[in-house]
Each structure stands twice: as C-alpha cells, then as structure tokens.
C-alpha cells in the first residue's frame, strides 16, 4: 500500500538559505500536516491543510510557510535558515470527516543547517 | 500547557514480561487516541488506536485500554520482545488537532 512520501529525505544548507519539503500523502488523503522534531525534543506541530485550506496553525516560525496544491501534495517553505532549524521534519496525513481518522506518517526529511 | 503527558521518559522490561506505557490527557475534547512507535530517524509508526466509545482495543501482542473519566489510557505490550525497543509516543485527537506525549524510550532487555 501507499504510504505518506516525503522528499528529499536529507537536505544540507547553510544558514540563510531557502530550503523546500515536500510531502505527498497517502492517496484520497485530503488533510496533510507538518510536524518539527529536533534533537531530544518531542515532535513539534507545525501546520495543517484540509482540502488546500490552513486548517491549523502550530509553532511555525514566520519563516516558515507552507501550502497544500490541488493534488493535495504540500509544500513547506522554510527561508532564512538558522541553525535551530535543524531538525526532522515530517509530515502526517489524513482522511478527514469524522472520528477516529488514522493518521499516517511519512518517513521524513531530514534538514541539517550548517 | 502540556495537553497530553507521559511522565515516564524511560522504561526498563525484560524479554518477555509486560510492557506497560502509560498516557494522561488533559483535553475532554479528545474522542480518538493513538500510540506511535518511533526509530532514530523515522517517522512515527502507527501502532493502535482507540476511541472514545470503547475502554479496550486488542491487536496481537498490543492492547490499549482507555479510562476516560481519569483522562487516562495505557499501552500493554505482552509478550515484550528486543525489537519493541523504541520511543513510544502516545497521541490524542480531536477537531483535527493531533497532540503527542513527549514520548517513553521503551528498552527490552534480552
């Protein structure tokens, strides 16, 4: 079965650089959402879409900015890279409508700032 | 405001005996509630799930039971084997928020 696919899985750049990941979920999946981990600490949220909609916001930097497309792929934008940046960042999706909706997560994509 | 907590960080069993993760949430609004097994380097593994309405689910060796008037819900892992060695984390949701525990680093001694 599909599952959610995230892309690149590594990404090195320096500080203030621009760096894009993007997440493809599971298909028939309309909610997609973005997650922060860094070394040590628990997952951070950082965002969410319903059908191509910010449907949630989280502790996402001003940074940052992401958005869901109409093949219900996303995007998240990150410019001005600081080295606190660094971290896995993984994205989860959904089909939503109702209780008890199943959230799968993606491998994720590892961003290291140098 | 942590809404979700696991106030172990570190568990401790040996081959074969039970492994018990516990999870206390603070949010009524939560109706539906996962746990998550995750490696160095992954992404979070769905593991089980349960709702609201139900105060057990089984899946093989994992069971979740689920005590909603102490906002609380456990997971049971038996008989506990090497590979369960992981961080587990549990989630809660609701309104389309999805909030984690910090997470138990669960280690299975041989």
């Known amino acids: 079965a599909a599952g959610v696919i995230q892309s690149p899985r590594h990404l090195i750049k320096e500080k203030r650089e621009t760096a894009t990941l993007k997440c493809y979920p599971i298909?028939?999946?309309?909610?997609v959402y973005w997650y922060q981990q860094g070394p040590g600490q628990d997952p951070q949220f950082l965002i969410s879409?319903?059908?191509?909609?910010?449907?949630d916001k989280g502790s996402i930097p001003d940074r940052f900015s992401a958005q869901q497309f109409s093949d219900y792929h996303s995007e998240l934008n990150m410019s001005s890279l600081e080295l606190g940046d660094s971290a896995l960042y993984f994205c989860?999706?959904?089909?939503?409508?109702?209780?008890?909706?199943?959230?799968?997560f993606g491998e994720g994509s590892w961003l290291t700032v140098v | 405001d942590q809404q979700v907590k696991q106030n172990s960080p570190s568990l401790s069993v040996q081959e074969g005996r039970i492994s018990i993760l516990n999870c206390d949430y603070t949010n009524s609004m939560f109706d539906y509630f996962l746990w998550y097994k995750k490696y160095p380097a992954e992404g979070p593994t769905f593991l089980i799930s349960?709702?609201?309405?139900?105060d057990k689910n089984e899946d093989g060796r994992f069971t979740v039971f689920l005590n909603k008037s102490a906002k609380h819900l456990s997971l049971h892992i038996v008989p506990s084997q090497p590979g369960d060695s992981a961080v587990y984390f549990c989630?809660?949701?609701?309104?389309?928020?999805?909030?984690f525990g910090q997470g138990t680093r669960l280690t299975i001694n041989p």
């Open positions: 989860a999706s959904s089909l939503a409508g109702g209780v008890g909706n199943t959230i799968y």
């Open positions: 349960i709702s609201s309405i139900k």
């Open positions: 989630a809660s949701e609701g309104a389309q928020k999805l909030v």
């Open positions: 298909p028939r999946h309309d909610t």
């Open positions: 879409f319903y059908e191509k909609m910010q449907s």
